[in-house]
Every structure is written in C-alpha cells, then in structure tokens.
C-alpha cells in the first residue's frame, strides 16, 4: 500500500471549512483514497473514500488531483465536534483479500470557537 | 442494532496473565480485524479474519492468538501478557460489495495495562 503524508496539525475556525491535506505521489492506478478521523479515545470512523472522481457524502468532500499524487478532504461548515484526528489512507480493494488499512500519523485538526 | 462491541472496556493484567478480549458484531458482516493502538501512534494491525473459521497475520502479530468460531465474534487472546502489551485495542468490521471490501466500522476500544 502506498505511503501518506499529512500535515501532523491544523486549526480551523468554527463555521469554517476545513481543508485536510494528503499527499501519496507513489500511489498506484488500483489504490484507492480513504479518509478516517478518530475523535479522542473513541474507535476511527469511516469518512468518505474515492478511486479518480471527487466525491462527496454527507459528511465531507473528497477532491483528488488529476495524477492522483494527492487529496483534499474538506469539511465544509466544521464544528467544535470535528476535533478529532484525520487519517488519509490509501489500499488495494481487492475482492477477499482482507481490505487491511495501514494507518500512519494523521493529521490532528483543531476547530476552535 | 449494536454494530461493533468489545469485552471488556478496561483491564489490568500482571505480568505472565492471560485473557481474551471479545469482539462482536450484529451487522452480518465477513471481515474482522483487531488493531492496537500505542500513545501518539496511529492503529496497527494485528489479526484479521475474512470469515468463519478463518484468521491470518498482521502487521504486529507476536504475542497473540485469534479465533473466529462464530461469524458474529472474533476473540483476541494474549496467553502471557507483556508490559509491552500494554496499549488500547479496537476491533473492526466489514462487509465486501461489488469490487471488494467496503469501510469498516470499529469498536469502542478495549484499554489494557500490563503491569
């Protein structure tokens, strides 16, 4: 699975969006986008994935660049409950292979009033 | 609907003790992982398991063992606890669809001290 990087902290302010960064310039043509958040002590959750098209959810927006070297995911009104820790990972979805996701250091956003 | 639960939330353990620590799921899905998780660290891989009666290594899998006798339940066992042991454990679930496995869904943590 290729390796990320991401900004270890960020601020944002309430009402804002936020704009996570992430880079993966070795990412391969079957590897897909994911993006996780860990709000202190409770187990991650599932934000919003993408192959090559932007995508969006209810929670948040993906935007991956053309070469697909990096990824933007943006929340776009945070609020104080979006503190957490943002993981970006990028795997192989492969049909019974396990789907094993390899979490680094993330990116700690802060949403301050 | 419950989604993921872990049994139990905390433990403290001696050195050399050993437990099993249990996961389950009411969402009828296949795949089941247990991920510890150091201070200031992201998760790490230690077990996994694509199905019933079926489990494979991690990234971090000494000093463990798994089994998955039911689809619903994945057990973590340390036969003799370490102080390097000592972390938060999350177990996840997740279903395939169409082209592969979809995102999981975790637990609320189990926190174990090995002293």
């Known amino acids: 699975d290729a390796k990320t990087t991401q900004p270890p902290s960020m601020d944002c302010a309430e009402g804002r969006a936020a704009n996570l960064p992430c880079n993966h310039s070795?990412?391969?043509?079957?590897?897909?986008v994911y993006w996780y958040r860990q709000i202190h002590s409770q187990g991650p959750q599932y934000i919003i994935h993408?192959?090559?098209n932007n995508e969006t959810n209810e929670m948040a927006s993906l935007i991956i660049t053309e070469d697909r070297k990096s990824s933007t995911l943006i929340l776009p009104h945070a609020t104080l409950r979006d503190t957490a820790v943002y993981y970006c990972?990028?795997?192989?979805?492969?049909?019974?292979?396990?789907?094993?996701?390899?979490f680094g250091q993330g990116t700690e956003l802060s949403v301050k009033p | 609907n419950a989604g993921v639960t872990q049994t139990p939330k905390f433990r403290v353990l001696k050195t050399g003790q050993s437990m099993t620590l249990l996961c389950a799921q009411d969402?009828?899905?296949?795949?089941m992982y247990w991920y510890r998780q150091d201070p200031g660290m992201g998760l790490r891989l230690i077990h996994y398991?694509?199905?019933?009666?079926?489990?494979a290594k991690g990234e971090v899998p000494d000093g463990y063992n798994v089994s998955r006798l039911k689809k619903q339940n994945f057990l973590l066992g340390l036969e003799s606890a370490a102080p390097s042991q000592t972390s938060v454990y999350f177990c996840?679930?997740?279903?395939?669809?169409?082209?592969?496995?979809?995102?999981?869904?975790f637990g609320p943590g189990t926190r174990l001290t090995v002293t």
């Open positions: 969402m009828n899905h296949e795949y």
């Open positions: 070795t990412i391969s043509g079957n590897e897909y």
């Open positions: 990972i990028v795997r192989v979805v492969v049909y019974n292979q396990g789907g094993k996701l390899i």
């Open positions: 993408g192959l090559k």
């Open positions: 398991s694509v199905g019933e009666g079926t489990t």
């Open positions: 996840a679930s997740s279903y395939t669809r169409g082209t592969g496995t979809r995102e999981q869904y």
